[in-house]
């Protein structure tokens, strides 16, 4: 049954490429590609005995997650024009463009507790500092706000460096640090001096609305943070001060000017796009990447406890990619990471690039890479899914870092293959979005 299966993807695969104008000798070897990479999919323990046994620890699922993301890599050179937006061509450039990343373990030995039993390697923490937010935004926090940790209960920093450590040590290379809104802590700087001399950490980040961000920067820059993601929804002062309930867009966009002038590169600024309220601005956002290295990101309005998210609202990224499409020629999708979240895109004459985070129409989850460690020291696995432990627990409890490594381990092993889609998530019970982290 697999062999007819896979043959009859073959024939389809081969209508596809020669609809495309390719010849048969381009053909013959994209299809025995193609018919390896199906068998691939149906043994994840293939991909477990290549990450254990012959190096390639970054090797997945995710870098054959499907037919048309190979055909998007081997056209990833074309620019994008109308015409590319209709028939098969719309759905070769939605997917993304994976390859295979460097082998890990050339830098240090890669713990099993971060790999999943479909394979997948997480070298990518996020943390959440605080539950507090100086801004009330619409799609994160209810409007009558939301119920806090005690402060007793939530991590001391001595213990987010302790799991910190442990994560890289193990593995991880990429921290992010997350709120609530993480400025805000006072330590905020000490904290990222002591994760910043992690022995193996490539990259720490943080992700801010920028309320505070243009004062406290230069000596975080000092103190090792190297990425800077700022939330920024509009481009209008009364529509900023509409969604987030609070005043304070001039403050914001200094901000970006800070990171700009400091010399981040990029700048990532994170827009979660409504319809009714922001899909009009779209536009308005990529003007902001052609005289500067900022990277727009453009996030599919997503279903939290509490943010009233309605499929209407949802603005899909199909329709999002013609809006820019339209007004900007020469379009150009970017080679992206195997377990990269975005869809990246430069423009021909601008500095910056433009992304879409497509969680809901085009999720990535088989390359997802990410853990989440909360501010009350649960961890969780999927950003969509309910499934919490504690790790704040067995530290108060005294248990050493061995325990730590089982409770990690097994609760990595029980991540699912996928999140259950965006119906299925807005009515299933999870945390909103303040507590998670963003």
Known sequence: MAVTQTANHNIEDYRL??????????????LFILGLLLLLQMRPSIFRFFQRHLGHKSLSSASFSSRASLLSASSSGHNIT???????????????????????????????????????????LRISLTERCNLRCHYCMPAEGVELTPSPQLLSQDEIVRLASLFVSSGVNKIRLTGGEPTIRKDIEELCLQLSNLKGLKTLAMTTNGLTLGKKLPKLKDSGLNLVNISLDT??????????????????????????????????????????????????????????????????????????????????????????????????????????????????????????????????CAGCNRLRLLADGNFKVCLFGPSEVSLRDPIRLGEGDDKLREIIEAAVKRKKASHAGMFDIAKTPNRPMIHIGG
């Open 235 to 364: 481009l209008v002062p009364a529509k900023f001060e509409f969604m987030t309930r609070r005043k304070g867009h001039e403050r914001v966009m200094e901000s970006i000017d800070a990171a700009v002038k400091l010399g981040y590169n990029p700048v990532k600024v994170n827009c979660v796009v409504m319809r009714g309220f922001n899909d009009d601005e779209i536009c308005d956002f990529v003007e902001l990447t052609r005289e500067r290295p900022i990277n727009v990101r453009f996030i599919e309005f997503m279903p939290f406890d509490g943010n009233v998210w309605n499929v209407k609202k949802l603005v899909p990224y199909a329709e999002m990619l013609d809006k820019v499409v339209e007004k900007f020629t020469g379009l150009q999708r970017i080679q992206d990471h195997p377990t990269e979240t975005a869809k990246n895109f430069r423009i021909d004459g601008h500095q910056g690039s433009v992304s879409f985070i497509t969680s809901m129409t085009e999720h990535f």
């Open 82 to 124: 109308t015409s590319h937006l209709n028939g098969s061509s719309s759905k070769m450039y939605s997917t993304s463009c994976e390859t295979l990343s460097e082998d890990p373990s050339k830098d240090r030995a890669i713990s099993d507790m971060l790999i999943d039993s479909f394979g997948r390697l997480h070298t990518y």
């Open 17 to 30: 490429l020669t609809g495309l104008g390719l010849t048969t000798s381009q053909i013959t070897p994209m």
